[in-house]
């Protein structure tokens, strides 16, 4: 009961965080819901390992970002015909609101900066993690770190440069 | 540093964080207090860097999601339980299978105790039930204790005052293992038993023939396949006596 109770406290903390990383890097709800359930079902069979309980959002964090890379290769290697295909046979469905139009284009731009620096930018912007955690939870050296974000982060600033649009502004 | 350099280094700075901390961003920012223009660059990017920060966590996971996330783990709990047990079960009924063939294959593989007493009885109560051909028909007693003594079995027995009034029919030497023994029938007169002559058996054999002696020196009764028996030791012999007649009778032969 106590670890159950545990469980659903640490899935109520993170799973939001989880999902909107998950999101920056696949753009897919689908997807993103799998990689964050996959995630804590990961944790529910070796978190136990974790010796350091403090870092539990960091082992999160990274867990998550290895099963995305692990079904890159995936997909990689055994390709799936996408929904697109047979989209006439579907019903249709309402598009999303307006107002996550603008998070829409940051997504689609995000998607054209380089794949390797996607992980970094996403993690710069949704949450406040230092370089050096940013290192923990990719799994790279930190000044991999620094040189991925300057090259995505001005990647993305030139995309909304060459398409004549600003960043959304607040 | 120069501006274009500080500039690439801000495109990674949030102000208020640790990116403070880093010394290139530290060096950034002096630039920046000096230099107007990089300063309002600077204000221009923040203002951005903020609206993207904004945008990104303005990512929001369905309804639902954390209630399938945790309904979906109890349910994995409870089938890895469910396996659990069984594989539990399988453990143990393998472990159980295991022991009992490797029971089997001990008591297979162990030598046979088969010098004990018990097997004594049933073997000469087999003897005497299920036939067997009598060397001496004879009603003298010493007739027979000659005939094994010639027979080198044993002779140098015992018959109590009250054995001796029963009839004695003849004798017969019998093996067991590699040991001679000396068997003298006799008919207990009983009358359920008219038609048999001889219903009454004495066995005698030397006690170390068997790996379990008994120790009473009196007749313990007992029953013995179809048979009421006795066995007791006396003057080193060990002796077996049998009959069919009723254990009344039998007494009366003590």
């Known amino acids: ?170 | 540093m120069t501006r274009d350099e500080a500039k690439i280094i801000f495109l990674r700075y949030r102000p208020g964080t640790t990116d403070e901390e880093d010394p290139h961003v530290r060096e950034a920012l002096v630039l920046a207090k000096e230099d107007l223009e990089l300063s309002s660059w600077l204000e221009k990017q923040t203002a951005r860097q903020q609206a993207l920060r904004k945008t990104f966590r303005r990512i929001k996971a369905p309804d639902g999601l954390m209630e399938q996330i945790i309904s979906e783990q109890v349910a994995s709990e409870r089938r890895m339980n469910s396996h659990r047990r069984l594989a539990g079960i399988a453990v143990a009924a393998g472990i159980l299978m295991v022991t009992v063939i490797l029971g089997f294959l001990w008591h297979r593989s162990r030598p046979h105790a088969s010098n004990t007493l018990d097997m004594f009885e049933r073997q000469m109560a087999s003897y005497a039930l299920r036939g067997y051909t009598m060397d001496l028909q004879t009603n003298d007693a010493e007739a027979v204790r000659e005939f094994f003594r010639k027979q080198q079995a044993p002779w140098d027995y015992a018959i109590s005052s009250t054995l001796q009034k029963a009839a004695l029919i003849g004798c017969s030497v019998e093996n067991w293992q590699t040991t001679k023994v000396s068997m003298i029938c006799f008919a207990s007169g009983a009358k359920v038993a008219p038609v048999a002559q001889n219903d009454l058996w004495l066995f005698v054999v030397d006690p170390k023939s068997v790996e379990d002696p008994p120790r009473n020196t009196q007749p313990q009764v007992f029953r013995l396949n179809r048979l009421t028996a006795a066995t007791w030791l006396e003057n080193g012999k060990l002796y077996l006596l049998a009959t069919t007649a009723d254990e009344s009778v039998f007494r009366g032969f003590f």
């Not at chain 1, 350091?52 to 290895?66: A, M, N």
């Not at chain 1, 930190?142 to 995309?159: C, D, E, M, P």
Request: glycine share 2%; net charge negative.
């Open chain 1, 1 to 170: 009961m106590a670890e159950s109770l545990d469980f659903e406290k640490l899935v109520a903390c993170h799973y939001q965080h989880l999902y909107q990383f998950a999101f920056s890097l696949t753009r897919d709800e689908a997807e993103s819901c799998d990689l964050t359930q996959e995630t804590f079902c990961i944790w529910a069979t070796r978190g136990h390992q974790l010796r350091d309980i403090s870092k539990v959002k960091t082992w999160l964090f990274t867990t998550l970002h290895r099963e995305f890379l692990g079904s890159r290769r995936r997909q990689t290697r055994f390709p799936h015909t996408e929904l697109d295909t047979a989209e006439a046979d579907l019903p249709a469905i309402t598009p999303e609101p307006v107002s996550r139009l603008d998070l829409e284009q940051v997504m689609t731009k995000l998607s054209l900066v380089d794949e390797v620096y996607q992980a970094p930018v996403a993690l710069f912007y949704l949450q406040d993690y230092s370089y050096k955690e940013i290192a923990e939870i990719l799994e790279i050296p930190i000044g991999t770190v620094k040189s991925r974000l300057a090259r995505g982060l001005l990647r993305l600033n030139q995309l909304f440069t060459d398409a004549g649009t600003q960043p959304p502004t607040t």
